[in-house]
């Protein structure tokens, strides 16, 4: 996963909170749940990141960060998951597989 992914799930776990879908102590408990996940991010330099990510960022129009998940998947040759339908639809022009996924 690109080196943003740690940063993405806290933030959904906060918008979650904001919205009182969770309370605040759910919070450490879901990172704690996550920290046990065998999960392997790619270390990477933002300006050399974002240099390769802004050009496919215009071509596709995503975000930087989508396009960083859609840039890794490129190029490793992973799956790809996401329930993001731009997203979904930027994989499939590239031929990048998605995993079956139900929002």
Known sequence: MPSIWHWEVVNALVRAERRRD?????????MAAL???PLETEAEGAEEATAR????ARAERL?????????L???TGLPLATVDGALAAAAARRGITLLPLTP
């Open 35 to 37: 920290a046990t996940i």
């Open 53 to 56: 990510l802004l050009p496919l």
């Open 22 to 30: 969770i309370r605040m102590s759910s919070i450490g408990d879901a």
């Open 63 to 71: 975000s930087l960060f989508d396009s960083a998940y859609l840039d």
């Open 73 to 75: 998947a490129e190029r």
